[in-house]
């Protein structure tokens, strides 16, 4: 990355939920990203099957090509920046590493890093928000054109909006106003997970390659997905690769972030801080309603945010009308009943 995004361009993050930094990691440090990835594929040609996520178990190499039936058909090496750190290197970036900052407070986790490459043909993966309080970061290994497999978003759903399986009658069907996060070799990609994000159709006749890197504010959450799946020896290896000031990419401590998740105030804004998931409808109006277009430094903890926020909320204040809007009557019901049977049943 050359220079920081301008003010122009911070608004635009804050207001649409992604951003694209074209050839911040173009030339050789695309080849030297290219490179470890071709390593890694070597061991692994067939990726990994990726074990439920914080399960803290290693993955298994897959013994033959994904098939379209898989739950996940994608060839996918979880944990690969702590597999081969060369992959870290565009983390070692000043002007990166403050941005992510800006976003999601001092002291951040690398939470999540992993290869994905999508082969032609492979279908959508269904909308959804993932747990508040983080931002994730794509860099494109290849051209990646519209309807060629990369993630896709509806612009501005990070601010005002419930989860997608309370307001769009089918979750896998592409929407209205989705864009195709798209762009050339050595790009960086940036999205709030908190938008409603799927994953394109790959209808070109190439696989196409990404890596992800996932950053958790220490508030928000406890642990990372590679602590337990990966040895000390490697997670040693990444730290060593990185900035001795970038160490807290790989520190956890857990009792720190219960410090950090304590939220002042009344009952209904504890309530509404209390969880990272937006899956719970009520809570999730509260949070929003808590959280949205209001300062999220934490005012007990100097470069701290609250948890699960990011700077990006506060962009916009929270709108009932908007929020409520989105909402189908019919699907939430449905989804209610479902999960009050399942409870009922435990
Ligand atoms: O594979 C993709 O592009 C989708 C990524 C995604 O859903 C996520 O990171 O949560």
Same mark, same amino acid.
């Given at each position: 990355m050359q220079s920081p995004i301008t003010d122009a361009d911070w608004r635009a993050l804050c207001a649409e939920g992604h951003f694209r930094v074209p050839g911040a990691f173009a030339g050789e440090a695309l080849a030297g990203l290219r490179a470890a990835v071709d390593a890694l594929l070597a061991e692994a040609p067939h990726g990994y099957v990726n074990p439920p996520l914080y399960s803290g178990r290693r993955p298994e190499r897959r013994a033959a090509a994904p098939l379209p039936t898989d739950r996940a058909p994608t060839v996918i090496i979880p944990h690969a920046g702590l597999l081969a750190?060369?992959?870290? @290197?565009?983390?070692?970036?000043p002007l990166l590493h403050d941005l992510i900052e800006r976003i999601v407070g001092r002291d951040f986790y690398l939470s999540n890093t992993w290869f994905q490459m999508v082969p032609p043909g492979t279908g959508r993966l269904a909308y959804h928000k993932d747990p508040r309080g983080s931002i994730t970061l794509n860099i494109l290994l290849d051209d990646i054109g519209p309807g060629m497999g990369s993630t896709c978003v509806v612009p501005g759903t990070h601010l005002n909006t419930p989860p997608p399986s309370a307001c769009m009658r089918d979750i896998q069907a592409p929407q209205p106003r989705e864009v195709d996060m798209t762009g050339a070799a050595g790009d960086l990609l940036l999205f709030s997970a908190e938008t409603w994000h799927a994953r394109s159709q790959n209808r070109s006749a190439r696989p196409t390659r990404r890596l992800f890197y996932n950053f958790y504010s220490r508030s928000s959450r406890?642990?990372? @997905?590679w602590a337990g799946a990966v040895s000390p020896e490697q997670i040693d290896a990444a730290r060593a690769a990185?900035?001795?000031?970038?160490?807290h990419l790989f520190r956890l401590d857990a009792a720190e972030t219960r410090r950090l998740a304590a939220v002042p105030g009344g009952a209904l804004r504890r309530f509404g801080f209390a969880r990272s998931t937006s899956e719970a409808l009520l809570r999730d109006a509260v949070f929003a309603w808590q959280a949205l277009g209001r300062p999220v430094a934490h005012p007990a903890h100097p470069g701290f945010l609250l948890p699960?926020?990011?700077?990006?909320?506060?962009?916009r204040r929270f709108d009932a009308l908007e929020y409520g809007g989105h909402l189908r009557p019919l699907t939430v019901l449905r989804n209610t009943a479902g999960a009050l049977r399942r409870s009922l049943l435990k």
């Open positions: 750190p060369a992959l870290l @290197a565009p983390l070692a970036s406890e642990t990372t @997905a990185l900035p001795a000031a970038y160490a699960y926020t990011t700077r990006l909320l506060e962009a």
